[in-house]
């Protein structure tokens, strides 16, 4: 199975602050690639899909890149809103489907 | 307005079995893959299954494999997910996702989560 690292799996930022999340895949998933973001006791939400598409209604601060094996989350910045936790998600056709183990945005 | 409503969680001794059922609404449901991903207390988020549109494809964690299975009823806009030999570490929120294309794609609309506790 494809394994995907998220780093880091921790950040403190205040807001206003430019934030960027990495994650890595263990073998090339193209741009088969998702971002979330959950806050606690809530349903994920898709951000970003297919690495760089914004799901509609999703602020313009949030932006993704990358391909192969490496990915960014990038939030150009730091809103209240956005305190709560990232996944990145592969969903590459023929894998059964992984996400990075998370990265919590806290407020510094 | 798309709605998914999943229904069938509970307490469940181990080795048991346990059906999850999820319901949709406001899309098409025949034209989308459909997944479960399931969460453990404090933990982050853990794919679990997902069925095709025409339920032509599925796929499975390793986690699960011969365990669960998942299939879909498109006359009544449902997925399930039928759980045995359950284990400790099967305790989860389950939530129901439907994916943006028939086959794969992100998660774009979720349900509210059903728990199951295996003890």
């Known amino acids: 199975d494809i394994q995907m690292t998220q780093s880091p799996s921790t950040l403190s930022a205040s807001v206003g602050d430019r934030v960027t999340i990495t994650c890595r895949a263990s073998q090339s998933i193209s741009t088969w690639l998702a971002w979330y973001q959950q806050k606690p006791g809530k349903a994920p939400k898709l951000l970003i899909y297919?690495?760089?598409y914004l799901e509609g209604g999703v602020p313009s601060r949030f932006s993704g890149s990358g391909s192969g094996t490496e990915f960014t989350l990038t939030i150009s910045s730091l809103q209240p809103d956005d305190f709560a936790t990232y996944y990145c998600?592969?969903?590459?056709?023929?894998?059964?489907?992984?996400f990075g183990q998370g990265t919590k945005v806290e407020i510094k | 307005e798309v709605q998914l409503v999943e229904s069938g969680g509970g307490l469940v001794q181990p080795g048991g079995s346990l059906r999850l059922s999820c319901t949709a609404s406001g899309f098409t449901f025949r034209s989308y893959g459909m997944s479960w991903v399931r969460q453990a207390p404090g933990k982050g988020l853990e794919f679990v299954s997902a069925?095709?549109?025409?339920?032509?494809?599925?796929d499975y964690a390793d986690s699960v494999k011969g365990r669960f299975t998942i299939s879909r009823d498109n006359s009544r806009n449902t997925v399930f997910l039928d759980m045995i030999s359950v284990r400790a570490e099967d305790t989860a929120v389950y939530y129901c996702?439907?994916?943006?294309?028939?086959?794969?794609?992100?998660?774009?609309?979720w349900g509210q989560g059903t728990l199951v506790a295996v003890s």
């Open positions: 996702a439907k994916a943006q294309l028939e086959r794969r794609g992100g998660l774009d609309n």
């Open positions: 297919k690495a760089s």
């Open positions: 069925i095709s549109g025409g339920a032509a494809s599925t």
């Open positions: 998600q592969q969903y590459n056709s023929y894998s059964p489907w992984t």
